[in-house]
């Protein structure tokens, strides 16, 4: 049923409470490494529902569409970010998969051993701040958000600030991203921000395809120069298979998003990514299709995925914030139901 195309007073008459179909729901966990962590559970009435993780930088982890599940969700699980350990690959401890962890706010992708930035930054294990949710009618539209800040800071060093805002509403189908960074220091600081939206099984499988416009693709490395020619398609899973990252060219389309899909027509269901190109200019594909660590990596973006230094230096793209400056990023995750492509396979 389409909520949505119900009033605010037609809703009075036949509900208890907005709660009965839509809403917001936030806990604090109690058991295990995840004792203590905030969540805030969203589900819009539409068979999309999703959590977000306050304490883990306002990333993602479960999300649901009809009780189809959307996300990998790894070993470790819910992790409180006191279990973070910063050293080489150890951030993979405490990643508990989820469908968008944060990657920044100075480092995204591999470490940088040169200026001491771990894997994939701080962003994921920084809990937020003056976290609040809205539950209520705007302009005949039933909204439902959860909004925080974070904070990447370091005596002697920078002071960047974001806030987020996670958006949805009634009936919709689409979750919504708003990242405002702003320097709040008083010197230039390198500025990396990548969002790795993780995609599992079953919407990741041996049927499934990345659907895109017509595009420029270039292989992170050898191990991805193999599989070039396959990047849009997958397998079943694979023993030691070895990962692949693919930089993805993908044009903006008149408002200004570039938009990449991943298709399960056996499913009948596209998750699409619609990120704003002018300052998500990157947009790295992470295929991973090992056995027990089957996902399809999702990465828009304003780096490549080789941290720093290389982005400074072999790449010629670090951005660079200026006190005082503030950057706005914008993208979108949408499951669209994609009964044609099902009854072709069926």
């Excluded at 203590?36 to 993602?60: C, K, W």
Aim: charged content about 25%; aromatic content about 10%; proline content about 5%.
């Amino acid at each position: 049923m389409d909520f949505s195309k119900f009033s605010k007073s037609e809703l009075k008459r036949l509900l208890g409470t907005m709660r009965q179909i839509a809403g917001v729901r936030e806990s604090v966990l109690s058991d295990g490494k995840a004792r203590g962590m905030r969540i805030a559970d969203i589900y819009t009435g539409s068979g999309l529902s999703f959590t977000v993780v306050p304490d883990r930088g306002m990333d993602i982890q479960e999300a649901h569409y009809k009780g189809i599940p959307l996300a990998i969700i790894a070993p470790t699980g819910y992790s409180h970010p006191s279990f973070y350990n910063p050293e080489n690959l150890e951030w993979l401890r405490n990643w508990g998969g989820g469908l968008v962890t944060g990657c920044g706010l100075t480092n995204a992708g591999s470490p940088d051993q040169s200026q001491k930035l771990p894997l994939h930054g701080f962003l994921s294990n920084t809990p937020a701040e003056k976290v609040s949710s809205r539950q209520e009618w705007v302009n005949g539209k039933y909204i439902l958000s959860v909004s925080g800040e974070i904070r990447e800071s370091k005596f002697f060093g920078e002071n960047l600030l974001l806030r987020r805002t996670i958006l949805t509403s009634l009936g919709s189908n689409t979750i919504e991203i708003t990242d405002v960074v702003k320097n709040e220091g008083f010197k230039e600081t390198a500025l990396m921000l990548l969002y790795h939206i993780n995609f599992g099984f079953p919407l990741l499988s041996e049927n499934s395809i990345i659907k895109a416009k017509k595009h420029k693709v270039a292989p992170r490395d050898e191990v991805a120069a193999r599989g070039v020619g396959e990047w849009w398609k997958f397998t079943g899973p694979l023993k030691d298979y070895e990962e692949q990252c693919f930089y993805h060219d993908i044009p903006a389309d008149k408002d200004g998003f570039a938009v990449c899909a991943l298709s399960n027509p056996i499913l009948g269901l596209d998750c699409e990514v619609a990120y704003r190109k002018k300052e998500l200019p990157f947009f790295t594909e992470w295929k991973m299709t090992g056995e027990g660590e089957y996902v399809v990596g999702f990465e828009p973006a304003n780096c490549h995925v080789e941290g720093q230094t290389n982005e400074k230096n072999k790449f010629k793209s670090l951005k660079i914030i200026r006190p005082g400056e503030i950057c706005e990023f914008k993208l979108k995750i949408t499951v669209i139901e994609n009964k044609k492509s099902k009854k072709r396979q069926e």
